[in-house]
């Protein structure tokens, strides 16, 4: 599994049960290796970034016609480090979700 997808599954796995749909699927940016996704739910959107060259990954959601980080920047130094701060990135994710429903 790459660093992506491992990105990419942990947010998948938030989302999905939502009922948030990948409308833009694994779009390859530049031969550096860099992709993203998009999942939508109505007007709501999220993206999953991976940088190839800097060989770090982010989640931006789509707010006021601007992309907005969620969290913080993760990075592939080492796989339990990867782990780690795709962990906290997904406690972002949930905190994001449960301040725009209101709870």
């Not at 833009?24 to 991976?50: H, K, N, P, Q």
């Not at 980080?69 to 997904?90: A, F, Q, Y």
Request: hydrophobic share 35%; proline share 1%.
């Amino acid at each position: 599994m790459t660093d992506y997808q491992l990105l990419k599954t942990k947010i998948s796995a938030i989302l999905v049960p939502l009922n948030y749909v990948e409308v833009t699927i694994d779009t390859e940016r530049d031969l550096d290796g860099s992709v993203d996704c998009i999942y939508a739910l109505g007007a709501s959107r999220f993206m999953v970034s991976w940088d190839g060259e800097e060989d770090c990954g982010m989640l931006e959601k789509w707010t006021n016609n601007t992309w907005i980080m969620v969290g913080n920047i993760v990075h592939g130094s080492s796989k339990t480090e990867l782990v780690r701060s795709v962990d906290e990135l997904c406690r972002s994710l949930k905190i994001t979700i449960q301040e725009k429903n209101g709870r």
